[in-house]
C-alpha cells in the first residue's frame, strides 16, 4: 500500500550509438507542453512502458516487443505513437520495427521531477 | 518561449479555519493514483484552476466564480469535480456553493515536485 512517494530507483541513460536512423517526427524541447505530457502519462500501459525503459533498459532504444505486453500489436503501436508524438519518447525506424527510448535530458530539463514520479510509480496491486 | 523549467514560484498554503463543513468524497492519500492525478490535470483550465489556487489563493478555498474563467457553469462543475475525485483539490459545500483547495500536503508526500511543475506551468502564447 503506497503510503508516501519512495527514494526513486536511479533511471538509467545509454549512451548514444553512432550511426542512428533519423528520428520519427517529434516536439522539440521547446515545444513540450506539459498537458500533453501529462495527458500520455495518465494511463497504465504508457507508465509501464516508461517505466521499464527508464529503469530497465539494456539497449539505447527498444522494440515493443521487448516488453512482453500482453496487448494486440495495434494497440501497442498507438501507444508508442502517442508517447512520441508528446515528446515522452523518441523513435526511430530500424527496417521494419521501431524502437524507442525516454527523452530524459529534454524532460529533466523541462519537467524536473516528472521522471521521477514515473520511476516510483507503481501498477495498482 | 519556454526553454527551461523557471524556478517554480512559491506556493501557498493558508491555514485550515475551524468549523468547515465536511469535505465532499475524495480519495484518502493512500488512494491516490499516479495516472489518474496526471490524468486530470493533463488540461489547460484544469492547470490554471490548481495554479491559481496555488498561486493566488486569497482565503482557504474557493468557489468556482473566484477564478473569473469564461465558461458555462456546468461545464467548470465538471471540471472542478474531476480534480476533486482525482484527489487533486478538495471541496466543502458552503450552502449552494462548492469550494475548493488544493491537497498540498497529500499531493507534495506522495508526488512530491509535481506542485510545482503545475507552479510553473504557463498557458500556451
Same mark, same amino acid.
Given at each position: 500500500?503506497p503510503?508516501?512517494?519512495?527514494?526513486?530507483p536511479?533511471?538509467?541513460?545509454?549512451?548514444?550509438?553512432s550511426?542512428?536512423?533519423?528520428?520519427l517526427?517529434e516536439p522539440?524541447? /521547446?515545444? +513540450? %507542453? @506539459?498537458?500533453? #505530457?501529462l495527458g500520455? *502519462?495518465? /494511463?497504465? +500501459? %504508457? @507508465?509501464?512502458? #516508461?517505466?521499464?525503459? *527508464?529503469l530497465?533498459?539494456?539497449?539505447?532504444?527498444?522494440?515493443c516487443?521487448?516488453?512482453?505486453?500482453?496487448?494486440?500489436?495495434?494497440?501497442?503501436?498507438?501507444?508508442?505513437?502517442?508517447?512520441?508524438e508528446?515528446?515522452?519518447?523518441?523513435?526511430?525506424?530500424?527496417?521494419?520495427?521501431?524502437?524507442?527510448?525516454?527523452?530524459?535530458e529534454?524532460?529533466?530539463?523541462?519537467?524536473?521531477?516528472?521522471?521521477?514520479?514515473?520511476a516510483?510509480?507503481s501498477?495498482?496491486?
Amino acid at each position: 500500500m503506497p503510503t508516501s512517494a519512495a527514494a526513486a530507483p536511479a533511471v538509467k541513460v545509454l549512451p548514444e550509438p553512432s550511426g542512428l536512423p533519423e528520428p520519427l517526427p517529434e516536439p522539440s524541447r /521547446d515545444e +513540450l %507542453r @506539459l498537458e500533453t #505530457v501529462l495527458g500520455a *502519462l495518465s /494511463d497504465p +500501459l %504508457r @507508465l509501464t512502458i #516508461v517505466r521499464k525503459l *527508464l529503469l530497465e533498459s539494456e539497449d539505447y532504444d527498444h522494440s515493443c516487443g521487448w516488453f512482453g505486453l500482453d496487448r494486440p500489436k495495434s494497440s501497442l503501436t498507438h501507444h508508442f505513437k502517442a508517447l512520441r508524438e508528446a515528446g515522452v519518447t523518441r523513435q526511430r525506424q530500424y527496417g521494419l520495427e521501431r524502437r524507442s527510448h525516454v527523452r530524459v535530458e529534454d524532460l529533466d530539463a523541462r519537467f524536473p521531477g516528472l521522471l521521477a514520479l514515473v520511476a516510483a510509480w507503481s501498477p495498482q496491486g
